[in-house]
């Protein structure tokens, strides 16, 4: 990429000085024709053929579109937090989790992305584009990680005050990992929302690298609220992030 551009920025400056040094009266500025058919004509349409071509044919694999789908996870955004229902083959739901994502390494999930309030934008830039979370719609995108490691996303449309708190720790785990991580917060499980929240396997990494304590503080506090009138498991597994974050680091490749 980098010598790509330096070439292209060498062409460019060598015909700026090739353009300023030449003098008057040549050949090109004699017959004008030659220079608009060939620079002005020829030249885009064969390069935004040749762009269209390539994006249509990589497309396919950006967007997941034609790969088979092995798990499915409702997205639901809302000032400032996101939940996330994993799904079963049926499309029930089998597990749920707030502000932590975890994903089966080398499986295409798709995501069913909506809004209960403003317009979000779910994003998680090591993984893909974003797309927006707009209220009474569906929008669908597919991801698929294929290295382990721990990752944020984060919600990236101006939406309100806490916005910028507005993130989730993504974890990548082994598809037997990642089953274990549902079990622990399957839906209807007695005591699963204090398992979930006594943090035995910790789903949110990025807490332990810092840099957003404010975000965790304040997630922090308005679970702590919130647990009266149902559980929050965001609220345990904020705080016990550190020693788990460290062990993921390290088995990053
Ligand atoms: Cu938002």
Known sequence: MFWTAA????????????????????????????????????????????????????????????????????????RWVWEFRYLDGDG??????????????????EFRITSVDVIHSFWIPRLGGKIDALPGRVNRLR??????????????????????????????????????????????????????????IDPDPAAGAGGDSDANADTGDEAGAGRDSGPHPAAGMRGDAGAEAETAQSAAP
């Open 92 to 109: 029930g739901v089998r597990a749920t989790s707030t502000d932590a994502l975890a994903l089966p390494r080398g499986r295409m999930v």
């Open 143 to 200: 991801l698929r990680a294929d290295r382990a490691g721990p990752m944020r996303g984060q919600c990236a449309e101006f939406c309100g005050l806490e916005h910028a708190h507005m993130d989730f720790a993504v974890r990548v785990l082994e598809p037997d990992a990642w089953e274990s991580w549902l079990a622990a917060r399957s839906v209807g499980a007695p005591g699963d929302a204090e398992r979930a929240g006594g943090g035995q």
């Open 7 to 78: 070439a292209i920025w060498t062409l460019v400056l060598g015909l700026l000085l090739y353009a300023l040094l030449r003098g008057h009266n040549t050949r090109a500025l004699a017959r004008p024709q030659r220079l608009i058919v060939g620079g002005g004509l020829l030249l885009p349409a064969v390069a935004l053929a040749a762009l269209l071509v390539y994006g249509t044919v990589t497309s396919g694999r950006v967007t997941g579109l034609g790969e088979t789908v092995d798990a499915v996870i409702e997205v639901e955004a809302r």
